[in-house]
């Protein structure tokens, strides 16, 4: 026999199911909606930048520079990274590609030869563009060595301690302006250039190194690079050992290894991705600046 309690049994079983089955969705719907938040939707960073490109066939008046104008906070390069594509036109229609990145982590400038007197030849390798300025660590010199060091900054060379390459990729000795290192506040610049011959800041050493190695050295004439090795003359006189195929400046590893076709108004893609989040926070279109450089020796 069928009572009125029974009857109601159903109904509030019922009621009870659709509660669970409600909260249950819910409870999905926020997590998943959660995770977007934490996720691909987490507010990127804002940042301006003065970008400039100029190759005018020799080491000295080529380079890239950027410089923060503008940000938001303090953004470290770690979480960075840098990308150029650029494609080259000719007049027969051929079209050339090229570009580079700066990854952290990762060394994009691969060099053998002595900076100064001071430092023995060897392999010095590390990841372009170097900061300068705002935002940079101590220690931070052109010259890929690092903040800590055995001997202060600017003390005599009786007191000049000594490190290796092999102290630097064991990670005892790392420079603080390199691409990674360093975070980005206005006013940080972010330099590369190729490698050659005197120049302040310098790759071949100290001011005064004059070589027959490098972009536009040696006598080859603009927009040519002349490999090969050798001593230095003046300044440090360094051993240089500088080898197509095996060695890559900064220049090379930022742009491409073919960024010396780029002249005058060519167009290089540039951006800043924030990896974490997977965001692009800066690009732009650079237009390629630089003359001929009339009266520069090809010897510097």
């Known amino acids: 026999m069928k ?71 303090s953004i470290n390069t770690h979480n960075l ?15 050339i590609n090229g570009g580079g990145n700066a990854t952290p982590g990762v060394m994009n400038t691969f060099l053998d030869w002595q900076p100064n007197g001071w430092i023995a030849s060897d392999y010095w390798n590390w990841t372009s563009p170097q900061g300068f300025g705002p935002g940079v660590g101590a220690y931070s010199y052109f010259w890929p060595v690092g903040k800590v060091l055995a001997y202060p900054q600017g003390s005599g ?18 420079n603080a302006s390199w691409w990674g290192n360093y975070n980005l506040m206005v006013g940080t610049t ?42 230095g003359v003046g300044g440090s006189s360094g051993q240089v050992n500088f080898i197509q195929g095996v060695e890559v400046d900064a220049m090379q590893g930022l742009l491409g290894t073919n960024w010396n076709i780029l002249r005058n108004g060519d167009i290089v893609h540039v951006k800043v991705i924030d990896v974490p989040i997977g965001k692009t926070i800066w690009q732009n279109d650079v237009v390629v600046g630089g003359q001929n450089y009339v009266g520069m020796s090809g010897s510097n």
């Not at 109601?8 to 009621?15: C, L, R, T």
């Not at 987490?42 to 410089?67: C, H, R, W």
């Not at 990274?81 to 650029?86: G, H, Q, R, S, Y």
């Open 157 to 174: 060379s009786g007191s000049k301690g000594s490190f290796t390459v092999a102290d630097m990729m064991a990670g005892k000795v790392s």
């Open 81 to 95: 990274e840098m990308v150029t594509t650029w494609t080259k036109t000719f007049s027969n229609g051929t079209q």
């Open 190 to 231: 972010m330099y590369a250039r190729p490698f050659g011959s005197a120049g302040n800041p310098d790759q071949a050493g100290d001011p005064g190194t004059l070589l027959n190695w490098g972009y536009g050295c040696g006598g080859v004439g603009p927009y040519v690079y002349s490999y090969g090795s050798g001593m």
């Open 3 to 73: 009572t009125n309690a029974d009857s109601a049994v159903s109904p509030v079983v019922g009621v009870m199911l659709m509660l669970v089955v409600t909260i249950i969705i819910a409870a999905v719907v926020t997590g998943f909606s959660g995770g977007l938040v934490g996720g691909n939707n987490q507010k990127a960073p804002q940042l301006t930048m003065d970008v400039k490109i100029e190759n005018n066939g020799y080491v000295d008046g080529s380079y890239f520079a950027a410089t923060v104008t503008g940000v938001s906070s």
